[in-house]
């Protein structure tokens, strides 16, 4: 419901949405925001809440995981090259989730979910082997011995993404049908 304006203040402003159809526009303010695209609107936030949190603590983990790797790989790649390009790989793995998370919507999480889960199967895997042949792994990677240089967060994080990920997926699927009929609090 929006009051008709006048027209010298309609003239050089028609574009700008009232103040309550821009949040039906979305958090980008229209253009790929709403729902029908993916855009943040589209089911549960999953850069709010717990989900700024692992935004957070991914973007941190995008710096540290590539800086080590550029550093390492620039300077000694001949010493451990595996355990080196593991490391970019991670940083790598780590910037699309950020992403993701930052961008939100239904294409983005699910983005996400499968990053999360190759992220989990690497640390798990990379974990297993440098525990079951450290000789394989001369240096330490981000997710050496399940992260335990990064206190165990390598292997924490994509546990708690996997978990964000599927509950605000849940209460974007309830909140759905009440955007739908107007019915919701939106």
Same mark, same amino acid.
């Given at each position: 419901?929006?009051?008709?304006?006048?027209?010298?203040?309609?003239?050089?402003?028609?574009?700008?949405?009232?103040?309550?159809?821009?949040?039906?526009?979305?958090?980008?303010?229209?253009?790929?925001?709403?729902?029908?695209?993916?855009?943040?609107?589209?089911?549960? #936030?999953?850069?709010?809440? $717990?989900?700024?949190?692992?935004?957070?603590?991914?973007?941190?983990?995008?710096?540290?995981?590539?800086?080590?790797?550029?550093?390492? *790989?620039?300077?000694?790649?001949?010493?451990? $090259? *595996?355990? &080196? %390009?593991?490391?970019?790989?991670? =940083?790598?793995?780590?910037?699309?989730?950020?992403?993701?998370?930052?961008? @939100? @919507?239904?294409?983005?999480? #699910?983005?996400? *979910?499968?990053?999360?889960?190759?992220?989990?199967?690497?640390?798990?895997?990379? @974990? %297993?082997?440098? %525990? %079951?042949?450290?000789?394989?792994?001369?240096?330490?990677?981000?997710?050496?011995?399940?992260?335990?240089? &990064?206190?165990?967060? $390598?292997?924490?994080?994509?546990?708690? @993404?996997?978990?964000? *990920?599927?509950?605000?997926?849940?209460?974007?699927?309830?909140?759905?049908?009440? #955007? #739908?009929?107007?019915?919701? =609090?939106?």
């Amino acid at each position: 419901m929006t009051s008709p304006r006048p027209a010298a203040e309609t003239a050089g402003q028609a574009a700008r949405p009232e103040p309550e159809e821009a949040g039906r526009a979305g958090a980008s303010g229209g253009a790929g925001g709403g729902p029908a695209d993916g855009g943040p609107s589209a089911g549960g #936030r999953i850069g709010t809440g $717990p989900g700024r949190l692992l935004l957070s603590l991914y973007a941190v983990f995008t710096v540290a995981a590539l800086s080590r790797s550029i550093v390492q *790989l620039s300077t000694k790649y001949h010493e451990a $090259p *595996l355990a &080196y %390009v593991l490391s970019g790989v991670a =940083g790598v793995v780590y910037a699309v989730i950020t992403v993701a998370l930052w961008r @939100g @919507g239904d294409a983005a999480r #699910r983005v996400a *979910l499968v990053s999360c889960s190759a992220e989990l199967v690497g640390v798990v895997t990379v @974990g %297993v082997l440098t %525990v %079951v042949d450290s000789s394989a792994f001369p240096d330490a990677t981000v997710w050496s011995d399940f992260g335990i240089g &990064y206190v165990f967060l $390598p292997v924490a994080l994509p546990v708690a @993404g996997l978990l964000w *990920l599927r509950r605000s997926a849940r209460q974007g699927a309830e909140a759905a049908p009440a #955007r #739908r009929t107007g019915t919701g =609090g939106a």
